[in-house]
């Protein structure tokens, strides 16, 4: 019968590969806690808007980074977290929205500028090409996608419109795939359906806000 010492370490590898492997994960794993804080941080009023975005930005970059270095040993984000009984719900819902709260929820106040409005809109019309052209890789898409959620982020009021939270819904959905996974057909349909829809509230919102000034 085997016996062993209870002072003796346990180690998780036994080559310089395995050892690679905990270390990437550590990261990981270290990248999800530490969003966790930084949304709690935002939520609680602990730092602010100009903080938040950057280092936001940052962390979901290094996600995405580390991602594609484990991506053989975490199939999915919500896997990983459950498997390490990982209890960080607030990195979890950046994570799968990919942008930060700042872009996903309007919260900086400011004029509907002419700029604004153009660059909105070719980011309307930059997407709706795309489709038409029947792109719909995920990695051809969310750039698209995410600048406009982006650009729908300067207008105050935004949050109340429809098309944004369409929008948001679509950028979460391409955010959960792979980078070559392409959306269906059936996708592609009614995401052009309501990119369009968002585009023609866009300038009835904008319009409203003319009239009534």
């Known amino acids: 019968m085997s016996t062993f010492s209870l002072d003796e370490e346990v180690k998780l590898y036994t080559s310089n590969a395995e050892r690679e492997k905990y270390s990437l994960l550590a990261t990981f794993f270290g990248i999800i806690v530490n969003l966790e804080y930084l949304e709690r941080a935002y939520v609680r009023d602990s730092i602010t808007a100009v903080e938040y975005s950057p280092a936001c930005t940052r962390l979901l970059s290094q996600y995405k980074t580390m991602l594609k ?56 019309i930059t997407l709706m090409d795309a489709l038409k052209l029947e792109l719909r890789a995920k990695d051809q898409l969310y750039p698209y996608l995410q600048e406009l959620v982006t650009g729908y982020a300067r207008f105050k009021g935004s949050t109340d419109w429809e098309g944004r939270s369409k929008m948001v819904g679509w950028l979460i959905t391409l955010n959960g795939m792979k980078a070559a996974e392409e959306i269906t057909e059936e996708q592609k349909r009614q995401l052009l359906f309501d990119v369009e829809h968002a585009y023609t509230e866009f300038f009835r919102s904008l319009s409203g806000k003319e009239a009534a000034n």
């Open 69 to 124: 270095l484990v991506g053989d040993e975490v199939e999915s984000v919500e896997g990983f977290m459950s498997k390490y009984k990982m209890d960080n719900p607030a990195a979890l819902h950046r994570i799968q929205v990919g942008v930060p709260a700042t872009v996903e929820h309007s919260t900086e106040a400011g004029p509907e500028t002419g700029k604004w409005v153009a660059e909105t809109t070719q980011s309307f």
